[in-house]
């Protein structure tokens, strides 16, 4: 850099690799960390929120949370008991209690990024609605034979309460859900294999670049199988053509409307996975004494969109120990 710094820039950073959250609250209370991580739970932001000069952030890293279905495990081997599970998802509770802030998902990919279409997802919270589908499955007059498994990574709490509100919901059509707990690495080595990933696995997904056709290619394509951000294990023939074909598609408009398909296509015929909001990732800093442009941005209702990452340039930080 043969630029000059600004004389409020940050000289250095400090990376630390801790989410436990009386630890990452007692740094912030004492002003020893700048920027909590973003996997906090609601409760310990609410928490940190209240110490003086600490604000929340928001800001969208383009990502969505999403709910996989194993579509090679009975009984989500059947597309009406997917659609069914699509519909025991109660989206407001999962975003204004998980995700305040947060816009509701109404596609697979996520609002922020280029090529989203907007209001392809026909599901809603319907305990009627799922009996209907799942009546239509093979699965109509057996369900509660099969124990459904819920993974959760063990590192991020809110996960948990999301599984625990669509194991109450998936009660009353007979659906048996059992919820448990695994560390991410854990989690990603269960998800290399059909056979041992989950039935069900909530993961925080982002756009690789700022396109449709990132999240489409890696989260539903068959090259991509066997990764934590794409674990249904669809093996799609027809959508791998449809998307290569998108993706090769140099006029805008063009790929544009083949991704819409697309999106219509994951939504209305597939159900591999749920998105349950496209989210808004939220971190507690301190705002007495570090100017950071993505908060700054928040604080009026702007949310900055970027690639994962990127919310942390530090190079456009300013601090003011003085302020501390």
Request: charged fraction near 25%; hydrophobic fraction near 40%; charge should be negative.
């Amino acid at each position: 850099w043969g630029g000059e710094w600004d004389a409020n820039a940050p000289e250095a950073f400090k990376l630390i690799d801790n989410t436990e959250a009386t630890t990452v609250r007692t740094m912030m209370s004492s002003k020893e960390l700048e920027i909590s991580d973003m996997w906090q739970s609601s409760e310990n932001l609410k928490a940190m929120d209240n110490l003086e000069g600490v604000e929340i952030a928001l800001y969208s890293p383009l990502t969505k949370q999403d709910l996989f279905l194993n579509t090679k495990r009975e009984p989500f081997d059947d597309v009406n008991v997917r659609k069914a599970m699509a519909c025991l998802i109660d989206y407001d509770m999962v975003i204004n209690q998980l995700y305040p802030g947060s816009p509701i998902a109404t596609s697979p990919v996520p609002v922020y990024v280029s090529g989203h279409v907007d209001n392809v997802w026909p599901y809603t919270y319907d305990v009627e609605a799922a009996k209907d589908f799942l009546a239509q499955s093979k699965y109509a007059n057996n369900i509660g034979d099969y124990t459904i498994e819920f993974i959760c990574n063990s590192d991020v709490a809110d996960h948990e309460k999301v599984a625990l509100a669509i194991q109450s919901a998936a009660q009353q059509i007979g659906m048996k859900i059992e919820v448990s707990k695994t560390p991410w690495i854990s989690l990603q080595e269960l998800m290399t294999q059909p056979e041992t990933t989950p039935h069900l696995v909530t993961v925080n997904n982002a756009s690789q670049f700022n396109e449709a056709g990132a999240i489409l290619e890696a989260t539903y394509s068959s090259k991509t199988c066997g990764t934590f951000e794409n674990c249904t294990w669809l093996q799609d023939a027809d959508y791998d053509a449809k998307v290569s074909a998108a993706l090769a598609e140099v006029d805008e408009a063009k790929r544009n409307a083949a991704y819409a398909e697309l999106q219509k296509y994951l939504s209305e015929e597939v159900v591999a996975s749920i998105s349950l909001g496209d989210t808004l990732e939220r971190a507690a800093y301190q705002d007495s004494y570090l100017e950071w442009p993505a908060a700054e941005a928040a604080k009026k209702g702007e949310y900055i969109s970027t690639l994962n990452g990127y919310h942390y340039y530090f190079f456009d930080m300013r601090v003011y120990p003085d302020k501390k």
